[in-house]
């Protein structure tokens, strides 16, 4: 793994590590060179805070009012919350608060805990703390009193120089607290808030969000490489792409769009578990082949090695009658996303999203070709690409490139909603599942409307409408043929 990391660039190596996890990524030689080349007090200074904070840790420069740490569990919230009020501790006669979701959370987290301010003290100057009394009291009469912000009428009265809020995202009284802290947060010449905080999508959390002029720290619990490798590969296992997941482990503020056609919550019931690294077979095909589901990027570059498509080995058995990919080709020649998305049916009749291989900011034959690959790598039977923008030229485009390819285009008489509605009342009956974690469809997915808005990523639900093509390619009832007898 150290040698990963190493290969890094240097300007994303200053961003996502402290100096001392930089230290530790040089050559054993560069390393003792350089540590011998440093002042005594320098070499100090890397085993302490200055050393080992991550450039995300630290407060922001500015004349800011909220500072808002929203990022996964294990990420270093909480100390950089204690180093923060430490630094502003230094200074004489401060009033600070301590506001937690309970005071007995205030205190065991934020006070007494492995990476709370008594432990965060080091060799400074070592405040009284007195718990009965809930107060802090440094040498220099700097005073920070613990709060409950399921007691809101506490805050109201008392003025501060500065606050520190912890998981601000699961606060009873929420708005009430907040609101009575910030009337209250008024003492010197400029008071400040820092909130940590895992989010939920709460009103406060909202609120906090929207401000104007607030600065936003967002990180990952894998951003922290102090933590046991194994733990976060487990949870990520677990939880990786799934919505609790990007709101625990990456930090993700995720809100259900009103009149959405898929809510988060239908998204997660179906979701097959445990399918995510799975073995796909064809039924009938002759044997098993290897299929794998492609993890998604909402920052699609403009590279065709981007197409994912064989981006996880398969464990569990899928069988597969038939395999569609639905197309969403961009209207422009050389910006918008290509949605590319690849579903199946399977022995069961389920119709099955199992890729997302979208591609961006590709000229027509750099797309066609994303298509041409995704189509080899799932044995496609079928193409279904949507040809309302370019008409005839979109195929053409397609069989320029392979000119077997088993192309059907499709020209939309509805809109993308009235399109998509059918296909989500499947998902609502159990006929159509996710066979993974797909963190950009599933985002389009739940900005699309019963009422035809749009309120997800980008301009239009490119990776959305691709696999209603597909799936309703796949499901949609066909008519039966009548014969006369004469």
Not at 86 to 115: F, H, K, N, W, Y
Not at 256 to 281: F, N, T
Not at 379 to 397: F, H, K, L, P, Y
Request: aromatic share 6%.
């Amino acid at each position: 793994m150290i040698d990963t990391l190493r290969a890094l660039p240097e300007a994303e190596k200053e961003t996502r590590f402290s100096p001392f996890e930089r230290v530790a990524m040089m050559p054993t030689e560069a390393r003792a060179r350089f540590l011998d080349s440093l002042p005594p007090a320098l070499r100090e200074e890397l085993d302490h805070w200055g050393g080992a904070a991550r450039s995300a840790q630290g407060a922001p420069d500015g004349a800011w009012r909220v500072w808002l740490v929203m990022a996964g569990r294990g990420f270093g919230k909480t100390r950089a919350g204690a180093e923060w009020v430490l630094d502003q501790a230094e200074a004489p006669g401060r009033r600070i608060a301590l506001v937690g979701a309970t005071e007995d959370e205030a205190r065991a987290v934020m006070v007494e805990g492995p990476s709370g301010l008594l432990a965060c003290v080091g060799d400074g100057a070592r405040p009284d703390w007195e718990p009965s009394l809930g107060r802090l009291t440094w040498p220099g009469g700097t005073v920070a009193r613990l709060y409950s912000a399921a007691n809101a009428e506490a805050l109201r009265g008392p003025e501060h120089d500065f606050a520190w809020c912890d998981e601000v995202g699961k606060w009873a009284s929420a708005d009430a607290a907040w609101d009575n802290l910030m009337f209250g947060l008024r003492r010197g010449p400029h008071p400040q808030v820092l909130a940590t905080t895992t989010p939920r999508a709460t009103p406060l959390m909202r609120r906090i969000a929207a401000l104007p002029g607030l600065v936003k720290t967002k990180g990952r619990t894998a951003d922290n490489l102090a933590l046991a490798r194994s733990v976060v590969d487990h949870v990520t296992g677990l939880y990786g792409g799934t919505r609790l997941g990007r709101q625990e482990l990456d930090g993700e503020l995720i809100e259900d769009v009103e009149g959405s056609l898929w809510p988060r919550a239908l998204i997660e019931r179906c979701r097959l578990r445990g399918i995510g690294d799975s073995h796909l077979s064809r039924g009938g095909g002759g044997g098993d082949s290897h299929f794998s589901h492609g993890s998604d990027d909402s920052n699609a570059t403009a590279r065709e090695s981007d197409c994912p498509l064989s981006a996880r080995e398969s464990d569990c058995p899928l069988a597969l009658r038939r395999v569609v990919i639905g197309v969403d080709p961009p209207a422009t020649a050389g910006g918008d996303a290509c949605g590319i998305v690849v579903c199946g049916v399977g022995e069961d009749g389920i119709g099955y999203v199992l890729a997302d291989a979208t591609v961006a900011g590709l000229r027509p034959e750099g797309w066609a070709r994303a298509v041409v690959r995704a189509a080899a790598a799932w044995d496609a039977d079928r193409v279904v690409i949507e040809t309302n923008q370019g008409g005839d030229m979109v195929e053409s485009v397609l069989r320029s490139v392979d000119c077997l390819l088993p192309v059907r285009p499709a020209r939309a008489v509805k809109g993308k909603a009235a399109r998509a509605e059918p296909v989500a009342a499947w998902f609502e009956q159990g006929k159509a599942k996710l066979a993974g974690t797909f963190p950009a469809l599933e985002d389009e997915l739940a900005g699309m409307t019963i009422d035809g808005r749009y309120e997800g990523p980008g301009r239009s639900p490119d990776r959305a409408d691709a696999m209603v093509w597909a799936l309703t390619e796949l499901l949609r009832e066909r008519p039966v043929p009548r014969f006369a007898f004469l």
